[in-house]
C-alpha cells in the first residue's frame, strides 16, 4: 500500500476488506483538508493491474456522475468522497460502515439445541429477523438502486456484502462496491450495449440470461440479485435455497434456478435465438415451478413480500420488477 496518505497524517488501522485487485482499509485522518476527524474506508488498487470488467479509472468517473445527479440526496448509495494518486497507486475515501448486510443477518440467526427422547441432540438454526426489517431493508435497497438507474447505472454486482450498514443506523442500508458497473450507453467507450461483459454479479445472485451468456443484459440483473437477496433475509435459517456448489458452478446455479423457478417459457424473448438457450431446452427437461410453500415457507406471511419475490424473479425482464415498481409496492 502507498504511504502517500500515511505521509499526510492518515493512520492505517486494518484491513476490513478487498479482492483479487485492490484492497480495503479502516484508516482514520486528523481534522485537515476539509475532513472531520473520524474513520474512512480508503480503497486502494493500481487501475492498470485490474482486469476487465474490473476497471478503477470508470468506477471513479461513475460515482462522480452519480453524486453529481443525486447531488447527495441518496442516503443508501455510497459517496465518494475524494480521491488521491501517489505513483501508480490510486486511494479512494468513502464514509466507514461498520456493518455488511451479510453480518446483520448473521446476528439474528439463532441456534437451540433440543434434546430428542433417544438421548440424542439436534441443533435447530432460526433466522429471527422479523418481516418488518425485512421490508424496510429491501426499500432502502430500492431506492438505492432506483437512483443508480435512473442515471443510467448497471450496478452489475448488487449481493449481501456489497450491502453496508452502520451499527448505530440499522435501518438505512448503502449500496458500495462500483467496481464492475456500467454507465450506458456504452460504458464510457468500454463496452458496447449489446457485447456486455457476462463474466459479472457473484455466485447465487447471477440473473438466469447472465448464465446463457445474453450481453444485451439491462438493469434487471440487479433486480433479480435484488430478488435473492430477499429471498435469503426471509428464510428460515437464513440461508440460501440454492444448493452449495451454485456458488461456485455456473452450470450448477442454472440447473438449481430450473429445478426452483421451473423451465423457462420457449418464446423467452430475452434469450431466444441464443444457442444456449436453444441448447437449454434441449437438454434439460422440462420442470415445474416449485410452490413458495416449498423453498420460501417464511414468506407466505407476507403479502407483499412474496408478490415482490415474485415479481423480481420473473425471467422475462420486461415483466421482471423495477425498482420504481418496487418501492411503489411497499409504500
Known sequence: ???????????????????????????????????EEKLYAVKVADPDDLRPPHNLRNEIKILKDLENVTNGN??????????????????????????????????????KTLFNPDGTMTTRTENKMELATVRQLMRGIFKGL???????IIHRDI??????LSSKDK????????GIAYEEPNNNGLE??????TDIATGIFKAPELLLSKRDYTNKVDMWAAGIILSILVSEKGESFFEL?????????????????????????????????????????????????????????????????????????????????????LG
Not at 435501518?171 to 462500483?178: A, C, E, S
Not at 458496447?192 to 461483459?197: E, G, L
Request: charged share 25%.
Open 159 to 164: 449481493n449481501l456484502n456489497n450491502i453496508l
Open 74 to 111: 441518496s442516503d443508501n448509495v455510497i459517496r465518494l468522497i475524494e480521491v488521491y494518486v501517489y505513483g501508480p497507486e490510486v486511494s479512494l475515501v468513502f464514509e466507514y460502515y461498520d456493518l455488511t448486510l451479510k453480518q446483520l443477518l448473521h446476528s439474528n440467526i439463532k441456534k
Open 1 to 35: 500500500m502507498s504511504t502517500g496518505l500515511a505521509a499526510r497524517g492518515w493512520k492505517v488501522l486494518k484491513r476490513v476488506g478487498g479482492g483479487r485487485f485492490s484492497d480495503v482499509y479502516l484508516m482514520s485522518n486528523p481534522a485537515q483538508e476539509g475532513f
Open 192 to 197: 458496447s450495449p449489446d457485447r456486455k461483459f
Open 245 to 329: 456448489d451454485s456458488q461456485y458452478s455456473d452450470l450448477v446455479l442454472l440447473s438449481n434456478i430450473l429445478k426452483v423457478f421451473g423451465s423457462p417459457p420457449i418464446d423467452w424473448s430475452d434469450c431466444k435465438g441464443l444457442d444456449s438457450f436453444e441448447s437449454l431446452n434441449s437438454t434439460f427437461f422440462k420442470k415445474q415451478a416449485k410452490s413458495l410453500s416449498e423453498f420460501l415457507p417464511r414468506i407466505e406471511q407476507a403479502t407483499d413480500l412474496k408478490t415482490l419475490f415474485e415479481g423480481l424473479t420473473q425471467y422475462e425482464t420486461k415483466q421482471r420488477f423495477s425498482a420504481e415498481q418496487c418501492l411503489e409496492l
Open 171 to 178: 435501518n438505512t442500508p448503502v449500496i458500495i462496491d462500483f
Open 146 to 152: 432506483y437512483w443508480i438507474h435512473q442515471c443510467g
